[in-house]
Each structure stands twice: as C-alpha cells, then as structure tokens.
C-alpha cells in the first residue's frame, strides 16, 4: 500500500511557475514507476507526465513539453512537477500517481493523490 500526498498547487498568473511535490509513505518509493494526470471541470482526466522508478526516462504530454518538467527524489520518496510558463489552459486539479511502469493512461496506475488544485489566470 502506498500513499501519495501533493502539494503545492496554487493561484497564479499566466506565464508564472509552480512546483508541484508529492510525497509517498512507505518504503518502496523506488519501485513505482510515478506520473502525473491532470482533470479540468467538465473533462477527463489527462496524461501530464511520467518518470521510471530510476528516474532515467521521462515523458510529457505534447500540451506541456519544453514548459513542465518531472523529477523525482527517492532518498526523499518525492515526485516534483516544476511547472514554468504557465497558461490558463494549465488550470485543473493534479494528481500524483504510482504503478508498477510507465504508462500513458490513467489505468495503468494502481494508488492515486488526492489532488492539488492549480488555477491559472490572464
């Protein structure tokens, strides 16, 4: 079992930039591929970011490369998403998630955060 808190989620004006951390309890941090997945009002949830359990693979989606960046520290049992360039479209609540490999969907991931909410206005 595994738990995942994030933080750092916030107010902010477009062309800002945030931090977002998700902490995890237990210990296997490291062995849990970590992603995060982004879900506006009145949409689903989409894909954001992923990272391997080394850290040493990475992938964005195209609505987010070259402006987001995902990170983690497993001495730590952090995931981070530093979010620059930030665009009203950006708005939604983020959530943390952890499975067992990199995947692109929502169902290839078995714990999930509760949320951090990121507005963004003009």
């Known amino acids: 079992q595994v738990q995942l808190v994030e933080s750092g989620g916030g107010l902010v004006q477009a062309g800002d930039s945030l931090r977002l951390s998700c902490t995890a309890s237990?210990?296997?941090?490291?062995?849990?591929?970590m992603a995060w997945f982004r879900q506006a009002p009145g949409k689903e949830r989409e894909f954001v970011a992923a990272i391997t359990r080394s850290g040493d693979t990475t992938s964005y989606a195209d609505s987010v490369k070259g402006r987001f960046t995902i990170s983690r520290d497993n001495a730590k049992n952090t995931v981070y998403l530093q979010m620059n360039r930030l665009k009203r479209e950006d708005t939604a609540v983020y959530y943390c998630a952890a499975g067992n490999v990199l995947r692109y969907s929502r169902y290839g991931y078995t714990y999930w955060g509760q949320g951090t909410q990121v507005t963004v206005s003009s």
């Open positions: 237990g210990r296997t941090f490291s062995t849990y591929a």
